[in-house]
């Protein structure tokens, strides 16, 4: 038996954002420690991985590891109907189980529950080594938003560098060009922490950013980590509970 | 002549969007005691009812019953135009007018006149019987519509079952199932008010239901109205001064 | 060298707004008193002036008078990206200068810098007479916007007639016609002020009005200014330093 209560359920219809546009079916792979997701998105470019603590949810239980092949788009749908103070229960039976039961309750006089069909996802876990990263940016997540999307009218890759100066973001495209520079900042309401052993320059497909940024809502700050030749991560930790992270690799310049 | 003034324009304006959808031409009947609207749907599938009393305009003079023959669409276009806290003044002569005048007032420096021409339009008027029910639910009108919209992304037709419980909204579909099960309650905010004499279970299609709920904004509460075999009526009382109902037949589970 | 800060960048990006769906390209004309732009629409129906005066701007340095080439819609979405707060450094060379510079500051730890790529626009400055008006009538920008918009669903075409009542805007179409009175009035939150010399009535296209009320932004109040048989004006006075003039020559009835 796997069944678990999300108090904040809105914390898992954010994941559920964050990641379907990126990732068409994946699995919810369940333990004694963790509910996980891992997946390659569609066009197997970048990487999503995602870890909610066993500790974020209210009476956990699960008897024995699980993967809960589910749509993301039909989870969507679902999450629809979740009020915005509504907790979630979950259950699945332990022996391959055909759907996932999610139970909706907020403080009012409804109850809503919902049965999502389940399918057998032939999925391979990629070990992700735990490397140092030659920079680390941390920086208000919509602040990062609004930058990835801004550039995009300009062209389709980013060129990101980080240096003494801070870390700047570079577009060249056919109507012109762009740069916006972030600097290290310790005010309150804007603050940017960066740090950096050795200088980084890296391309990225502005596309696949921007996918990422669809996990804005979850957390206040993205750590953005880079080092040469390496996918970047781009990471949005949930309080206390897990993170999101999306792995990217770098574009390489033709010359 | 017809002639009447709605302090409170914008109900006129949210009867006119609450049906549009539904229905394209419809006589506007004015008689010495109510402005009212009967009409079948186009697709003759469902039955709207409007009644705004006599009472609830202020000037009110018809010296002879009048079908004035409207377009919904264009009768929105026009209110359209009213301001948030206009009056509107209808003008019609007795013999076959060619138009409705309406005039706009604020209390601004600006004032409105329009006139929307009529059509004739062929109607049989439908005896309503005014039968006692098995069950009726008073429920937020926006609650209602919050569910029927939601359940929408499941499948097309929903069942509704009055039972001691509560009533219950299910859902079957391709991606799996969902019920939203509404219980009594005596929270202010929040009021469900059942009354049962015999538990009901009534299938129909959501599709309607949906166009239903365009009647939102005119009331605080829905009133559902279900007996067996018989149309499910939904009415959206206006306070004090009418109503709008909706009448749709249940839908027969093919075996 | 052209060099020139204006503190309220979002005056600049208004002002783009306003014009670039009427205008594809035209040339920002840089002189010592000066930044105008003059161009015809595209379908060479209306013309636009803009005019903002150097003391707009701190530290305004224009060498010589420069004519800059630009797309609208190309510096629209360079704008796109201006801060709500953020202030524009302009910066071109003298001799043909390829592109714009423009710098975006606000008070964050962010810097944007933006190349534009200029063009060569051939323009025949119009010489347009300052002569005046029979009737000027100066009313709230979003309530002539609002009545602009509204109209629109009726018809094409708007008859604007200033006489002793007030100024009258009036549409005949398919569904019916409509006429909204605007009375002067003194009140403060809704004030117009209504000059007639003679009275004056002149039919235009609604199409081109609308185009115009993009400006509403701009100004808090518009500045309509008509005679028989020539353009109207449409003027968005901007605070202290400029403004934004629409010309619309009146549609000829046809017997």
Do not use: W
């Not at 749908?77 to 259950?91: E, V």
């Not at 039961?101 to 990629?126: P, V, W, Y």
Request: aromatic share 8%; glycine share 6%.
């Amino acid at each position: 038996m796997f069944e678990a209560q999300l108090v904040e359920g809105k914390t898992f219809k954010a994941i559920i954002e964050a990641i379907k546009d990126l990732v068409v079916d994946c699995n919810l792979d369940c333990s004694e420690e963790e509910v996980a997701i891992q997946s390659m998105d569609s066009a197997h470019v970048s990487l999503v991985a995602v870890r909610l603590s066993a500790s974020a949810f209210s009476n956990y239980r699960c008897d024995r590891p699980n993967s809960l092949g589910i749509n993301t788009a039909n989870m969507s749908k679902i999450l629809k109907m979740l009020g915005k103070d509504d907790s979630i229960t979950f259950k699945a039976e332990d022996e391959s189980p055909d759907s996932l039961t999610m139970l909706f309750e907020g403080g009012k006089s409804t109850i809503a529950d919902f049965e999502l069909k389940l399918m057998d996802i032939e999925t391979e876990q990629l070990g992700i080594p735990d490397t140092p990263y030659q920079c680390t940016i941390q920086m208000r997540a919509d602040e990062f938003q609004r930058i990835v999307r801004d550039l995009q009218v300009l062209g389709d890759t980013c060129t990101i560098s980080c240096g003494k100066e801070g870390v700047r973001f570079s577009v060249t495209g056919a109507i012109g060009n762009g740069n916006i520079l972030v600097r290290s900042s310790d005010e309150d309401k804007d603050k940017v922490t960066i740090n950096m052993e050795e200088p980084v320059e890296l391309n990225f497909a502005l596309r696949y950013l921007n996918f990422f940024t669809k996990a804005t809502p979850l957390a206040e700050n993205v750590v953005i980590s880079m080092s040469p030749d390496v996918p970047v991560v781009v990471e949005y930790p949930i309080e206390e509970f897990g993170h999101v992270k999306f792995y990217l690799a770098p574009k390489i310049e033709e010359d």
